[in-house]
């Protein structure tokens, strides 16, 4: 099992490029259900969860073929020959669900095994299959799958989410593409990935107004086309970058960043001593002079992101001063508290807030990952310590971080994967 070893202490200088949003490549793929024409994502990352998204669309029927040979377009599209997604591809990625919604706007049936829970909370998918089912679906659960039927077309609905969801919001907004008639979505999630969907959609053929806002009126169509479509860069792997550079020291330019996509994470990390200077092509990224201690919250976008939490925890640990965390998105996200404490941090966690207290500085040791955005927080913490740290279980981070290695030893860090 590959693990990181880092040595910190040496300030971040140079360059990285950001790649193209997981978050958004995801969804987007399962778009690519939604025509049995061709779909050509391009800026696809080279991640983990998008080779198992490929392996769940080709057994679906679903043609993935990359364009070219840096393996950074995709040409998605062919007909449906299997309606099941199997619990052992859903259970690896709870986005798996996200193929719903298409198979039963296309062949009005599907077989999903629900996702579960998974390191960070139980994560139900009730708001998926309540907006589906006022679509005119029915679902029935068996051994562990929901079996989805729709006689005929899915029938446009005004759908008020009780509260946002991203998922959700992407199930509906593809189902609803396709459907009968108008869909309202109400209470929309509108974080930048939302309107990248929506966007390739609109490309597609598909009917969409309320584009980044909190609603969302979808006129189903007929049929979707094939089209092209470039994924927007990754806010989080943007914000994870610059709590890199700011917890070396250093300076980094993030290539392709996008200043307007990260939300209240600017602000928050400007506050905390961070300068964030947009420039041509991306935005440049360093430390002031001290960190300090800032407050953050997570909210739906444009509010602080829940996957920004943990990374800014590690940053706040050698802040000057306190800095309280409040998660509130998801019931279980501080898993990272007790491994960055190993390392000398002192945060305490109470219910749904942590409050961490900085210190002058971390000391390495070995940690262990538990999901995917607390294993950067540890490389950050790893950086910004004395001595060396070893971060175990690393597959959680090629999940949704490409080449993490690579491009911080590009930018002088002190890292290596070591394999065994
Ligand atoms: C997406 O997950 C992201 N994943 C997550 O990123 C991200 O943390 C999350 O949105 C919030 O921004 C992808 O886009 C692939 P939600 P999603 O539906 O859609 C509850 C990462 O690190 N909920 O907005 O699953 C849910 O339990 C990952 O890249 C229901 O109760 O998130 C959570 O508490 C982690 N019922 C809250 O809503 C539902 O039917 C927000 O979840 C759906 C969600």
Known sequence: MDRIRIRGGRPLSGEIQIGGAKNAALPLMAAGMLTDERLVLSNVAKLADIQTMTALLTQHGIAVDPVGNDGR???IGGSISNTEAPYDIVRKMRASVLVLGPLLARVGEARVSLPGGCSIGTRPVDLHLKGLEQLGATFELDGGYI???????LRGAKIVFPFVSVGATEQLMMAAALADGQTILANAAREPEIADLAHCL????????GIGTDQLVIEGVERLHGASHAIIPDRIETGSYACAAAISGGSVFLRDARLEHLGATVR???????DIVEEPGGLMVKRLNGLHGADAMTEPYPGFPTDMQAQFMALMSVAEGASMVTETIFENRFMHVPELNRMGARINVHGASAIVRGVPSLKGAPVMATDLRASLSLILAGLGAKGETIVNRVYHLDRGY????RKLAACGADIERIGG
Request: glycine residues 14%; charged residues 30%; proline residues 0%.
């Open 73 to 75: 377009v995709l040409s």
């Open 147 to 153: 079996d989805g039927r729709v006689s005929g077309r």
């Open 202 to 209: 609109v490309a597609m053929g598909a009917r969409i107004t």
């Open 268 to 274: 928050i990390l400007r506050e905390a001593g961070v």
């Open 402 to 405: 490409e080449a993490v290695e």
